[in-house]
C-alpha cells in the first residue's frame, strides 16, 4: 500500500513579502502559500533543513503575527538562478492567528 502525503491543512496561494529571523539574523523572504500548518516560501539566502526560525507577516489586511516554527525542507532553485524554496511549519500556532488563516483560506478559495 502506497503512503498518503496528502495535506493536513488546505493551502492557498500568498504571495506576500515577509521577514524570518533566525540565528539571530533578518532575512527578507517571499511567501507563495499558506495553510494553518505553515508557508511556503522563496528566499535568495540558504537556511538550513530543521532550523528554527520566526516569521512575521500579515493574514489578509489588519492581522500581523510573529509565528515560531521550523524549517521542514530547503530546495535549490539552481537551475533558474532565484535562491531557494523552503517549507515552514507552524509551531505552538494561537487560535487566534489560526483562526484568521482559516479564514483566509477558505475566502480566497480558488
Known amino acids: 500500500m502506497k503512503p498518503d502525503f496528502g495535506r493536513k491543512f ?3 496561494h500568498f504571495n506576500r513579502s515577509s521577514t524570518i529571523l533566525y540565528r539571530g539574523r533578518t532575512l527578507n523572504v ?3 502559500e499558506i495553510g494553518e500548518g505553515g508557508v511556503g516560501l522563496f ?3 540558504e537556511v538550513p533543513e530543521g532550523q528554527n526560525a520566526v516569521i512575521n507577516l500579515f493574514i489578509g489586511a489588519n492581522h500581523f ?3 515560531n516554527g521550523n524549517i521542514v ?3 535549490s532553485n539552481a537551475n ?3 535562491g531557494y524554496t523552503l517549507g515552514f511549519k507552524f509551531l505552538n500556532l494561537s487560535f487566534e ?3 484568521h488563516i482559516r479564514e483566509f483560506v477558505a ?3 480558488q
Do not use: A, D
Request: aromatic share 8%; hydrophobic share 15%; no cysteine.
Open 43 to 45: 528566499t535568495t539566502e
Open 73 to 75: 525542507f530547503q530546495h
Open 65 to 67: 503575527g510573529s509565528i
Open 97 to 99: 492567528m489560526k483562526r
Open 107 to 109: 475566502v480566497n478559495r
Open 80 to 82: 533558474t538562478g532565484k
Open 10 to 12: 488546505p493551502r492557498r
Open 30 to 32: 517571499t511567501t507563495y
